[in-house]
Each structure stands twice: as C-alpha cells, then as structure tokens.
C-alpha cells in the first residue's frame, strides 16, 4: 500500500520545491508525485465570460472526488489516468501514459488538507508556511516571467481571488497537519524529520 504525503501551503510557498527535494531524497523511482492542479475541473465547454470567472483558489474548482478515488486507487495499487490541466484551454486533458502505483506519493497543492474526505487519505499531512509578502514576490515573478501575463492582472487576481481565498480557506487548513513547516525546502530539520518518517512507515510496511 502506497504511503501519501500531503504538502499544502499557500501560493508560492514553496509547495513544490518541498516536494521536489523529498522526492530527491527518498529516490524517484520509489515516488510519484502529484499536483492537484491537474485535478481542476474541465472548463472548455464554458462560455468565454464564464471560463474567466474561474476562482482557481476555491475548493468547487477542484474535483476532489475524482482525487479521492485515484488516491484510493493507488494505495490499492491499481495504476490511474495521467491528467494534466491547461490554462490556455481552460482543459482538463488525460496524457497517453498512465500513473503507476510507486511506495511513495507526494501530493502538492494550496487545498489538500482542507476537504476532509481526502485528508483521510494522507498517512503524512504537511503545511508550508511562508510569509506572505515572500510568496507574493514569488508568484508575481513567476506570472509575470513563465505565464506572460500582465502585473494589472496578476494584481486583480491576487486581490480578487487569491488573497480572499488564501484567508478562508488556505490558511485556517493548516490546523490539520501534522507538521507546520517554515521556509519549506529550506528547513532541513523538516526535511530529515519527514524522509526519516516516511522510511520508517516503508520499513514498517505501511
């Protein structure tokens, strides 16, 4: 049975760094990790006006039941479709090569400690927290630099949507981890803390 390991923690947090590093650690070919990101519900089928009023940072943009049971899946060790998610199609696509159960995986993303449904599913519940002046820096960078976007409209965003949504629900989740980690991918006591974790739940045979 797969070990999961849950990394949430608001925009430019330093989620996947985090999530990178303990996959480094522990060994690709013992990981699989995913983004929930690629669980964002299908939008292409909307109209112009209603694709762009997609709140990416609420919980209703996610389809967490499709989650839950891929998760149930491969802990079962049943392999699950490979999905990936477009923000230029506003789609929810299916890539040819399926996920593979592994002994490890490491789910990332701002909300998976905040529906209670798939935090039953995570052995390992981690929240990284990272001032918000920082991860605002980070995220307009990466907007602004990777996504082409505008700063008006990264700003409008950030107001609209991800600062409200980052207050209401991002925030108050991480009462429900287990360990609250500062810095992220730069707290090596975490990172020892959580791969020693994870090794002995492996040699347990959890």
């Known amino acids: 049975m797969s070990i999961v390991v849950g ?13 990178d590093e303990l996959l ?17 519900k299908d939008g292409s089928a909307l109209a ?18 499709l989650l839950v049971q891929d998760l ?16 230029g199609t506003y789609s929810r696509q299916v890539r040819p090569d399926p996920l593979l159960p592994r002994p490890v995986v490491i789910l990332e993303g701002i ?14 519940k981690l929240f990284i927290d990272t001032d918000s002046d920082v991860r605002i820096l980070r995220r307009l960078r990466r907007d602004l630099k990777d996504r082409g976007r ?17 207050l209401e629900f991002v ?12 810095e992220g991918a730069r707290n ?10 994870v090794r002995a739940m492996l040699a347990a045979g959890r």
């Open 72 to 87: 149930r899946d491969l802990k079962a060790g049943r392999p699950v479709p490979h999905l990936t998610y477009d923000h």
């Open 171 to 182: 925030e108050p989740s991480k009462r429900y981890a287990d360990l609250i980690i500062p």
């Open 111 to 124: 909300l998976v400690l905040v529906e209670e449904p798939l935090r039953r599913l995570l052995d390992i």
């Open 150 to 166: 505008s700063y008006d409209s990264v700003e409008k965003q950030y107001l609209d949507s991800v600062r409200p949504m980052h």
């Open 188 to 197: 090596e006591v975490a990172l020892e803390a959580v791969v020693a974790r």
């Open 24 to 40: 480094r650690r522990l060994g690709e070919a013992n990981c699989l990790p995913i983004a929930q990101d690629a669980y964002y």
């Open 7 to 19: 990394i949430a923690g608001g925009t430019g947090s330093g989620k996947t760094s985090f999530a």
């Open 48 to 65: 112009p006006a209603d694709r762009t009023a997609i709140n990416y940072d609420h919980p209703d943009a996610f389809d967490t039941s």
